[in-house]
């Protein structure tokens, strides 16, 4: 029972130094919260720091590790990228500070193979690793390069070597039938969905502004849900150690890619984006997940009023 008086009474003495930390530099802080329960700042900073700090963990894949040590539940599906988020948010910068004035040292420590955490990270092409993953993307992405430069000009009709002359009678018939459906389809189809992107339009007013060198290759689109933006992207040819998400209250969306490999032979550059979204968030509670072929999915929950 003393040990667990002595472990609150840390935490908030931590808590307190880290809110003065904050507060001498005018910036912002806000404690996180993970479903909806206040997080252990200080349980975070110690697995991290023993871990040999932000950097080790995150160049060696140790998130998920960091993150297990909470026992989250099993719907909670990025582990990882959840707990790295908190601690960018509110210890990387006390970490640095620490680092800088000498407060803080690391020693070299032995770290555990990565492998069996995150499966990524092996300087050998293995089936799973980041370089096979990146060529299966690379691969995906130039098929899907080849279909859209693969284009027939309204009239033309495919070359087919066929034998049997009663068979181009048939064919015929069958591509006049064909044309008459296509005529039919805009209007039955095209006006309500047009009117559907109309009415989508109006209920979101979000911007996407690129900063730096235009990247149209990534597409965006946002969606409005119950209590959350949902924000999906394409980014491929990226790993997703090589996408970056930030957010701030205000509602700002901050999508980054930066390949490891600049003069890669694929062409895959360096972006960065920058969402608007209508109403104020919680960066805290922001979740994204980068599927194998380049597909973001950013869960973005609205600013819950105080109570």
């Given at each position: 029972m003393d040990g667990d008086v002595d472990e609150i009474e840390d935490q908030e003495l931590f808590m307190r130094e880290v809110e003065a930390f904050y507060r001498e530099r005018a910036l912002e802080f806000k404690p996180p919260k993970f479903y909806g329960q206040p997080l252990n700042c200080l349980k975070l900073w110690r697995a991290v720091i023993k871990l040999?700090?932000?950097?080790t963990v995150?160049?060696?894949?140790?998130?998920r590790q960091v993150g297990e040590s909470f026992n989250p539940p099993k719907t909670c599906t990025t582990v990882s990228w959840t707990f790295r988020i908190f601690y960018e948010k509110a210890l990387l910068e006390y970490e640095r500070h620490k680092t800088q004035t000498g407060e803080l040292q690391f020693s070299i420590v032995s770290l555990p193979d990565p492998s069996g955490v995150d499966n990524e990270g092996n300087g050998h092409q293995t089936p799973g690793s980041g370089r096979a993953r990146r060529d299966a993307a690379a691969r995906a992405m130039q098929g899907w390069h080849d279909q859209r430069h693969i284009k027939y000009s309204e009239g033309d009709e495919p070359i087919v070597k066929d034998k049997n002359p009663s068979s181009t009678t048939k064919r015929e018939k069958s591509l006049k039938s064909i044309g008459s459906l296509k005529q039919k389809r805009p209007n039955e189809v095209e006006l309500p969905v047009?009117?559907?992107?109309?009415?989508?339009?109006?209920q979101l007013?979000?911007?996407?502004?690129?900063?730096g060198p235009p990247?149209?290759?990534?597409?965006?689109?946002?969606r409005e849900a119950k209590d959350c933006f949902e924000v999906y992207a394409l980014v491929p040819g990226l790993l997703r150690e090589e996408v970056r998400v930030q957010s701030d209250p205000a509602g700002r969306l901050v999508i980054t890619g930066q390949p490891e490999q600049l003069n890669n032979p694929w062409g895959i550059t360096a972006?960065?984006?920058v969402v608007s979204l209508p109403a104020r968030i919680?960066?805290?509670q922001t979740s994204a997940v980068v599927s194998l072929h380049g597909r973001l999915f950013v869960r973005v929950p609205l600013e819950q009023p105080n109570l």
């Open positions: 040999g700090g932000y950097d995150t160049g060696s894949k140790l998130w047009k009117a559907a992107r109309t009415e989508t339009s109006r007013d979000t911007t996407i502004v690129d900063v990247a149209d290759w990534v597409k965006i689109n946002v972006f960065k984006k919680d960066p805290l």
